[in-house]
């Protein structure tokens, strides 16, 4: 049980530096490995969804900065909806990358 937790807690380390997922793609990879959902609530406790979705996307933007914004919203919703972020979380993120975006383009 203490390796499931610290084998938990370093996958989901791993994977929000490396590929970000959200919570729920996180506990079903963790689940898929026959960790506890115990350890999972807690491994997965104190995660900030918005921010692993913004870092996932902002990665994902630098492909997609030549894009009209429709196309832009497209595929990032596309991108972010593969990596399990619901469409509230998406919507924020999307419309803040691409505002971003727009405000370094115009400095």
Avoid: C
């Amino acid at each position: 049980m203490v390796d499931d937790v610290r084998f938990a807690r370093i996958w989901v380390e791993n994977r929000s530096e490396l590929r970000p997922r959200s919570r729920r793609m996180l506990a079903y990879e963790l689940r898929q490995r026959g960790v506890d959902q115990e350890i999972i609530d807690l491994t997965l406790e104190g995660l900030d969804e918005d921010k692993l979705a913004y870092h996932a996307a902002l990665k994902h933007s630098r492909k997609l900065q030549n894009l009209e914004r429709e196309g832009f919203r497209k595929k990032m919703y596309g991108f972010l909806s593969r990596r399990g972020f619901n469409y509230q979380v998406s919507s924020e993120v999307v419309n803040r990358i691409w505002e971003d975006q727009q405000l370094k383009s115009e400095t």
